[in-house]
């Protein structure tokens, strides 16, 4: 008995259990999303190995990575096998993700269409649990400057301060600027305060000579345009 030993060495797993070695091996690109999911866990447990943990938090999102991305590090580690530091490993690649994204479509380019703003914009408001408001800043020739949270709030709303709005678009020299929010419940038509909102920045703008070129509502289905609409 005493020579017996477990074969828990890493040689002794199945490809499937071996997602680094895959990795090295194959390449990243062979990787299934669980397999990646994986080497971010690291390990499994006694009961299940870190592929089948990772196919597991998928499943209960559906198999989709955008709303991954939306679980906190409470809601992770309620699944048996997921402690903080792992959660946070997750939550951390996905971010990188997102951020990468952001820095390959984010050119100095001119903006033209409200499609051009949903492209910038996107990959900081698609998965969001919560609701955020968003300034679009613009130069002379209409091209993008920079982007810039405004405030932070909760499923239902948030609270928008003008002031702070414009001392962004003063500070960063904005020619023009777009204000951008999304709506966590998909729902792509604007509420009476979204116009209300709309109408004061604008008034604002032609005060401040900083028009406002248009307001976006952003879902993860798509996006409202109130200029497109001609309603600003």
């Known amino acids: ?11 002794s797993w ?15 690109h062979v990787l299934t999303e669980a397999e990646l999911i994986a080497i971010l866990i690291g390990s499994g447990s006694k ?18 990575l955008n709303e991954l991305g939306k679980l906190s590090v409470q809601e992770l580690i309620k699944f048996k096998g997921v402690g903080e530091a ?12 997102r951020r990468r994204k952001e820095t390959e479509n984010i050119k100095r380019e001119r903006i033209t269409t409200s499609k051009d703003v949903f492209e910038i914009m996107k990959s900081s408001m698609l998965d969001l649990p919560h609701e955020e408001f968003w300034l679009v800043i613009l130069n002379r020739a209409n091209a993008f400057i920079k982007k810039e ?17 414009f001392k962004a678009a003063v500070e960063n020299y904005a ?17 009476d305060a979204d ?10 703008g032609k005060i401040m000579e900083i028009p406002l070129a248009d307001h976006l509502i952003i879902t ?3 996006y409202y345009s109130f200029a497109d609409e001609g309603i600003l």
């Open 14 to 28: 199945a490809e499937e259990d071996r997602p680094r070695e895959k990795l090295l091996g194959k390449g990243r």
């Open 1 to 11: 008995m005493d020579d017996y030993k477990q074969p828990f060495g890493i040689k």
């Open 195 to 204: 116009i209300k909102i709309t109408k004061n920045i604008k008034e604002a």
């Open 220 to 222: 993860d289905e798509g």
């Open 149 to 165: 949270l405004i405030s932070r709030g909760g499923v239902t709303g948030t609270v928008v301060d003008t002031k702070i709005i």
């Open 175 to 191: 020619s023009s600027i777009i204000i951008c929010h999304n709506h966590p419940s998909g729902n792509l038509k604007p509420s």
């Open 86 to 97: 792992k959660a946070i490993s997750i939550i951390a690649a996905l971010e990188l993700g």
């Open 47 to 64: 009961d299940e190995t870190a592929v089948e943990l990772s196919k597991r938090i998928l499943i209960s999102v559906g198999n989709n």
